[in-house]
């Protein structure tokens, strides 16, 4: 058994970092933090937990900080608090574990257009993603109902807020990011464009195609292109993540041709609706790849034009299965959210359907199936707030995060394997203040009758 005399009653990660910097001399944290955190980044480790005594100590080693930060935490998951003789323990000694993991990119999508959430439940939930070593938080910021974040180049696209306190400065978004970063997590910042878009108009309403028609965002116009322009320049500053995401889903075009003046320039351009619609999406695309991003849009781009697409493109699954193995038959890149499996707001979707969700289903080819760069579950926001975001979230986003993260051979073929872990590890969340709610039942669901905490 490995004792830790002087550690709290509560393991954090934080503690464990603080001991191990108390007692680490030749440690080169400097030169970790050096690395950084970016799509692709050696978040691999080696932990080795020795059987005995309280002289000898635990040992992690990475390639980076962050590999560090995956080491500690699952150490921190390895620890047991012992109220007979007070202390903590690790059982089953010696440990020596070799983890890396098996996507780069293992994504939870918030949306603070159709609910604003404060910043602490932000930072709230970049933590509880650590445990579950998730490491993209997906941040759809604006959507038709409001728009919540200062945007630097055109002042007046907060206007359409819900309220004058429901906003982010730019400086609060360079919080979110930093706090997140330090955590080992990158920020995928989105504007949904040409669709969602509503209320952008509130502030200049001359990207509506008209006052009773306002969205999706007037093609013909210039300066909706100009404003695209200055949305990314201001985003370049402050998210430094490779991938910016352009949304591109759900446009209903009838407000371009119900409004005359666009339906004229349609014309003069010899553009159908869906033409134009493709003429929007590949020009925004433009205007990222100018600012030096790669982009991500929702599937419907790549199920309307998927060959106009830059190739820097990674397609973003969500309506169903099936995609993504078409997605990388024609040589783009994919992330994987199908709706049916991994949308949080799918408030009657089991777990089981979350862990049991593969992303190479149905992809042989080695080449291809490194076109999958990982997967994301979606906490869409029409429905939850800041009052139950975070058990709607959890347990559920953790049995996907261990398909996400674990070699294809480890993970359970039948989900019964996994209860045990799981109910074990939503009341680690619940001890460590996350209001995961009960495995029991189906979806998201409240407790059904008095019991512990890990038959729940
Ligand atoms: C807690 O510590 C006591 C005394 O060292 C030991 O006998 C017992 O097995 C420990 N409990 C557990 C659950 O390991
Ligand atoms: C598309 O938008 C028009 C105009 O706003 C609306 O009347 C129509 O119902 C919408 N169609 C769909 C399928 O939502
Ligand atoms: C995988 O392929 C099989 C056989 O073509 C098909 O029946 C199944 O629906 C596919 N699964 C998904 C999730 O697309």
Redesign the pocket.
């Known amino acids: 058994m490995f004792v830790f005399k002087s550690c709290s009653k509560f393991v954090s990660v934080c503690t464990i970092l603080f001991i191990l910097l108390k007692k680490c001399q030749f440690c080169q944290w400097n030169l970790l933090y050096a690395v950084q955190l970016q799509y692709g980044v050696d978040e691999s480790y080696k932990l080795s937990i020795p059987s005995h005594g309280t002289q000898v100590y635990a040992h992690i080693e990475a390639q980076t900080v962050y590999g560090v930060l995956h080491g500690l935490q699952t150490f921190s998951q390895l620890c047991r608090f012992n109220f007979t003789n007070r202390a903590i323990e690790v059982h089953q000694v010696p440990w020596y574990i070799i983890d890396q993991p098996r996507f780069f990119y293992r994504g939870l999508l918030i949306d603070t257009s159709r609910h604003y959430l404060p910043l602490p439940i932000i930072k709230n939930i970049i933590d509880s993603m650590t445990y579950a070593k998730l490491n993209v938080l997906h941040w759809h910021i604006v959507d038709t109902q409001s728009f919540p974040l200062e945007i630097p180049s055109f002042p007046k696209l907060w206007n359409g807020a819900y309220s004058i306190s429901e906003r982010y400065t730019m400086a609060d978004a360079a919080e979110i990011v930093s706090y997140a970063q330090r955590r080992g997590i990158s920020v995928l910042a989105e504007i949904d464009v040409p669709g969602h878009a509503l209320s952008w108009g509130t502030g200049y309403p001359s990207l509506w195609p008209s006052k009773d028609?306002?969205?999706p965002l007037d093609v013909s116009k210039e300066f909706t292109f100009k404003v695209i322009d200055g949305i990314l320049s201001d985003f370049s500053k402050t998210f430094k993540y490779r991938f910016v995401h352009l949304g591109g889903d759900e446009v209903?075009?009838?407000?371009w041709t119900?409004t005359p003046r666009i339906r004229k320039w349609l014309r003069q351009h010899g553009l159908d609706t869906s033409g134009a619609y493709q003429y929007f999406v590949l020009r925004a695309q433009k205007i990222a790849l100018s600012h030096g991003y790669e982009i991500i849009n929702w599937e419907e781009t790549f199920n309307d034009f998927g060959s106009k697409l830059s190739r820097k493109t990674v397609v973003h699954n969500w309506l169903g299965g099936g995609v993504a193995e078409k997605v990388v038959a024609a040589g783009l890149r994919c992330i994987v959210s199908n709706q049916d499996k991994w949308y949080l707001d799918h408030l009657d979707a089991p777990w089981e359907g979350f862990y049991m969700n593969e992303p190479l289903t149905n992809i042989t080819n080695h080449q291809q199936q490194k076109l999958i760069l990982g997967g994301e579950v979606c906490m869409w926001g029409e429905h939850i707030d800041a009052s139950d975001i975070e058990q709607t979230i959890w347990p559920r986003a953790a049995a996907a995060a261990e398909r996400l993260w674990s070699a294809y051979d480890n993970l359970a073929k039948d989900p019964s394997q996994v209860f045990g872990r799981l109910a074990h590890f939503r009341c680690l969340l619940n001890q460590r203040g996350v209001a995961a709610a009960p495995l029991v039942g189906p979806g998201r669901v409240a407790p059904e009758e008095p019991g512990s905490c890990y038959k729940q």
């Open positions: 028609c306002q969205q209903n075009t009838s407000c119900e």
